[in-house]
């Protein structure tokens, strides 16, 4: 039975690859590519667990190659590259501050992190990540204020360049034996065997994406929902510098708050059938996101029960919200194939 909850993650993860890459492969937006690309790192993760949990390959379930294989694909790549796919998509707003602001944090953190649990192996790392974490952190939001549209790829620049190198350090990282390990109590797959400059990647990687993904949803759904201010704030380029930080700053707080003011017009619109459909398939994603970065932090403090469940809950809720986002389908089709069914579908609300 252990098993069948990382199964399930598995195949909604991989189902929803299949057609996000699907869907790249009609419309060519790159954020459906980078969306692929993450729930495909999803399912791998999910799928060691499962594999390691029916014991196919070893009779103590867990394998070097297995213990490897999650951790990269599971704890440190998914995060950043499904939050990476939101900053592609929301890449021509003034998301572009959120998002320098979340990179200073995960570099913060990360420094922090090695501050407070003294990582073995760690070396210069935390220094170097906060130091590239703040330089493009500063670069994206300049780049934001300048409205050129390259923010993005400063966060892909982070994202792919952690990637490459987590490949590089768990490459030249030799595990002592049995090469794996795992929490003595729930049996969950623990990175204590692990030298800190790639632990502290965790951090850096699923803060950075967990917020984009989360947070970009609730952007996104801010933006399609009938709103009631009670905060008001203006990031137009026309303004001195030091107001612009000033209302980016106030923003982070007033989008949040107007955003939960809102709420019972939302709800009137959906009643009445005029909510523009972004508005709940986001709202899904962003709680699939808080899901998924639950269960990494808990996971992270030593609390790993959750840690299986929270993976499933947050793959059910990306998949149900990118299911109905119009965004990423217009119409229902078998993959790869020429087979559909309905017609294009009109976002509600437009």
């Not at 107001?243 to 700053?249: C, D, S, T």
């Not at 709420?263 to 899901?291: E, H, K, Q, W, Y």
């Amino acid at each position: 039975m252990s098993a069948l909850v990382p199964a399930i993650t598995t195949v909604l993860a991989a189902v929803m690859a299949v057609a996000l890459l699907d869907q790249w492969r009609e419309r060519r937006h790159a954020f459906q590519l980078i969306w692929a690309i993450g729930m495909l790192f999803f399912a791998i993760g999910a799928g060691c667990e499962a594999l390691a949990e029916a014991k196919v390959l070893s009779p103590d379930g867990w394998t070097e190659a297995i213990y490897r294989t999650w951790y990269l694909t599971g704890a440190v790549w998914t995060a950043g590259w499904l939050g990476l796919g939101t900053v592609f998509l929301l890449g021509k707003t003034r998301f572009g501050y959120a998002f320098a602001l979340a990179l200073f944090l995960a570099g913060l953190f990360t420094l922090l992190t090695q501050n407070k649990y003294h990582y073995e192996g760690s070396g210069s790392a935390p220094i170097i990540y906060f130091v590239i974490a703040a330089i493009l952190a500063i670069a994206a939001a300049v780049e934001t204020y300048l409205r050129d549209g390259r923010w993005p790829w400063l966060a892909a620049a982070a994202v792919v360049g952690a990637t490459v190198l987590s490949v590089v350090l768990m490459a030249t990282t030799t595990l002592a034996a049995p090469g794996y390990a795992v929490d003595a109590v729930t049996g969950q797959p623990v990175a204590d065997l692990l030298p800190g400059s790639l632990r502290l990647l965790t951090p850096f990687m699923n803060i950075t994406g967990g917020f984009a993904l989360a947070f970009g949803a609730i952007f996104s759904a801010y933006t399609f929902m009938p709103k009631k201010r009670l905060l008001g704030y203006s990031l137009e380029e026309s303004q001195p510098g030091e107001q612009v930080v000033f209302n980016m700053f106030l923003g982070l707080i007033a989008i949040p708050v107007n955003f939960v003011a809102s709420i019972p017009m939302a709800f009137g619109a959906l009643r009445d059938g005029t909510l523009n459909s972004r508005v709940p398939a986001t709202i899904l994603i962003a709680l699939g996101g808080f899901a998924a970065g639950a269960g990494d932090a808990l996971n992270r403090f030593g609390i790993t029960g959750p840690f299986a469940i929270a993976k499933l809950v947050a793959a059910i809720f990306l998949l149900w919200g990118f299911a109905l986002s119009i965004e990423t389908f217009r119409q229902f089709r078998i993959p790869f194939t020429g087979i559909k069914f309905g017609g294009a579908r009109a976002a509600k609300g437009e």
